[in-house]
């Protein structure tokens, strides 16, 4: 039995970069052996194992053969006459399909490392099509490392969506590269290259106008959220918001709405993008500060109740509106606003006897008053 340090581990290692998760390939075991030494299974039939004191994972060498469509319509080969060339050979990329030994040997029969000094993604076999996930995985490694694709794999790529191979992605594998994509040093770069081979419009085509060429306004959005270190949520609104003529397209929330559940996109994204739908365009048409345009505005962003989310609305609003305008103060007027409304006194509205109905209108009058105090300092 031989065991090998195998994929991103060797490959980040290479690149001088902090190696966070290890994978590991047994050459020349069998389940049995691996069960009586400690290893524990990971499931009753796939050849993964857990290391008894690590947790690290531990594969025997396998071979794949496609059965089905998609990147689940596999069957596999494991036994102790696999070699670890035939086990790295299924791999998609060259620079995912490295090894090495005990005793730090780079084991590397496809020119991965070459490939990664050249700062080239290429696939490692013509098997790479059996897989539509490896389009996705391709874009988002181009999108964390700046790497070009090769130019045999983007044709493989062109000729996956070609035929229909990638419509059998479930959505959930989708959203799963997709935000891992949108936490790359340059996202804008993944849904670059999908559009490329043509799996964006097949797979997300809501998102196409916004990528179809470099001046596009969620390109462009998305490219100063990451440089700015932003989070997934905000990158998400960034790129998925629908624009028209400078504008959030009138049925934004609608088309955000349906997208999302196409993607099967978690809640909090959905919510925010929602949000950021329905009410960035009365940010973009606040010319003035009036009292009662803010404290609306303020009531429909529930910032009384969710003040986190209402800071996380305002700084995606300004982003976008310095995307596509001059400078606003409309997150001045509206975090003004927002200090105002907490200095009203409650519980002495409720002591003056007002209630139901009559306290929320009094709640309301009060808030008016001291945002319109407030704007006057």
Known sequence: MKIYLVGGAVRDRLLGLPVKDRDWVVVGSTPSAMKAQGFRPVGKDFPVFIHPKTGEEYALARTERKSGHGYAGFTFHTSPDVTLEEDLLRRDLTINAMAESDNGELIDPYQGHADLQNRILRHVSPAFREDPLRILRTARFAARFGFQIADETMALMVSMVSSGEVNYLVAERVWQETVRALAEPAPVIFFDVLNACGALPALMPMLLPGFSDASAIPRTALARAAEEQTDTIFRFVCAALPWEDQAPAINAPDRLKAFCANLKVPVDYREMAILVGKHLPTWLAMKDATPEALLTLLEKTDVFRREARFQHFLSICELLADT??????????????????????????????????????????????AIAAALAS
Do not use: M, P, Y
């Open 324 to 369: 596509v305008s001059a400078s606003h103060q409309q997150r001045d007027w509206l975090e003004t606003a927002a200090l105002a409304c907490k200095t009203v006194d409650i519980q002495a509205l409720v002591k003056q006897g007002h209630k139901g109905q009559a306290l929320a209108a009094a709640i309301r009058q009060e808030r008016l008053s």
